[in-house]
């Protein structure tokens, strides 16, 4: 069927009991192809003619590569084409001689920066856990015993971390695949190492005495600014003056820097309000939009993580964790603790179900700041999971 093809036409196709194939009118040769049921894959393909034998170059996959995207691509083949070079042998080629470093850079790039907030992490553990073993060997030559034996020697050091290891290689393999590098994902039916129980550290009141004392400079002020709205870390580091309105006691997390994608009121009590007034003083927005410095308050963040010397201390869940139970044993309902958590709903309710609970996230956040200011000033009012 030949068409116009447009975003939310590619967007809302669905899968029938046969394999649809539709032509772009724009681009000559430019198809979106739609597999059959069971199967949700969308793909991109360019049929072409070299030397008088028809030809297809599968370009990619629609979750990957955007209308626009496409359209350049296919009229980058065809000019190929025009000069009798096969764009179809010529991949072939290159994916047969891809290197695991090469792969690495294009899944980084491609992939982690445009979908992941945490793309920065793969960057890190793909160079230090996976490329020293890896780096110059073949994609197409990993198998499912290069994986498993990896993963067994990162987990000598570290079960935990070998799970993280797994779950980057089964992701970057899955790409892989969509990009046509390999065939099979060599990471699937491969055991986790490590065995994971969820975590349920909560600081006392003593610990938080002496995270505050500890917690100096702009990573310090972050956390104790986390501490006492209860949002997640990456959220607080993204976090902009222009954001904030001080004389509303308002800090309105954008949907670009949330991690749900959902943008986010969060109403600040004293203590925070505190925190960003005393920072206010010798912050220059127009120089540093960021309200905990940007990189130089990421840069801190791991030393200051060290230095509080807490046992079994892993910061931006455990002060969230923290700050929800105080919120919890102070009577704070657990619906209106995940609204001010920013949890998404899973129940059909929150379908019909649009009020913004504002005043009930008013309540908590000062209820939070009240208890956080008693626990701080050693007072005896504090809640009796903080005070024992």
Not at 280 to 299: C, H, S, V, W, Y
Request: positive net charge; contains cysteine.
């Amino acid at each position: 069927m030949i068409r116009k093809l447009d975003p939310a036409f590619v967007r809302n196709v669905q899968p029938s009991d046969q394999l649809q194939e539709f032509w772009d009118e724009v681009v000559r040769g430019l198809s979106l192809r739609v597999f059959p049921k069971p199967s949700t894959a969308k793909s991109w393909a360019l049929r072409y003619r070299v030397n008088r034998r028809q030809r297809r170059l599968t370009l990619g996959d629609v979750s990957l590569l955007s209308l626009p995207e496409a359209r350049a691509k296919a009229k980058a083949a065809m000019r190929e084409v025009d000069k009798s070079i096969d764009p179809a042998e010529e991949k072939r080629t290159r994916r047969d001689a891809l290197t695991v470093g090469e792969f690495a850079d294009v899944y980084i790039e491609r992939y982690a920066k445009r979908k992941k907030k945490s793309w920065r992490n793969d960057q890190s553990q793909l160079k230090t856990e996976i490329l020293p073993t890896w780096e110059h060997r073949l994609m197409q030559d990993i198998k499912r015993p290069d994986v498993n034996e990896l993963l067994q020697d990162i987990a000598e050091r570290g079960p935990i971390l070998a799970n993280r290891v797994r779950s980057l290689l089964h992701k970057m393999f899955n790409y892989a695949i969509a990009s046509e590098v390999v065939e099979f994902n060599p990471v699937a039916k491969t055991e986790r190492p490590g065995v994971e129980v969820a975590r349920d550290r909560v600081l006392t009141a003593d610990e938080i005495r002496k995270l505050w004392r500890a917690c100096t400079g702009i990573a310090g002020a972050a956390f104790k600014f986390q501490l006492a709205t209860a949002q997640r870390q990456g959220e607080v580091f993204d976090a902009k003056w222009s954001d904030v309105n001080l004389d509303e006691a308002r800090w309105t997390i954008p949907s670009t820097s949330a991690k749900n994608k959902l943008s986010h009121k969060v109403f600040l009590n004293t203590v925070a309000l505190d925190i960003l007034r005393e920072l206010r003083l010798t912050a220059n927005p127009d120089k540093e939009p960021f309200i905990f410095a940007g990189e130089r308050g990421k840069r801190e963040r791991a030393a200051l993580a060290t230095k509080l010397a807490l046992d079994d201390f892993k910061a931006g869940k455990d002060i969230r964790r923290t700050a929800a139970t105080i919120l919890g044993e102070n009577g704070i309902d657990r619906f209106v603790i995940g609204r001010v958590l920013n949890h998404v709903e899973k129940s059909i309710t929150r379908v019909y179900d649009r009020a913004s609970y504002d005043p009930q996230k008013r309540v908590a956040s000062d209820t939070l700041g009240r208890v956080l200011t008693q626990i701080l000033e050693n007072k005896k009012a504090s809640v009796l999971a903080f005070a024992r």
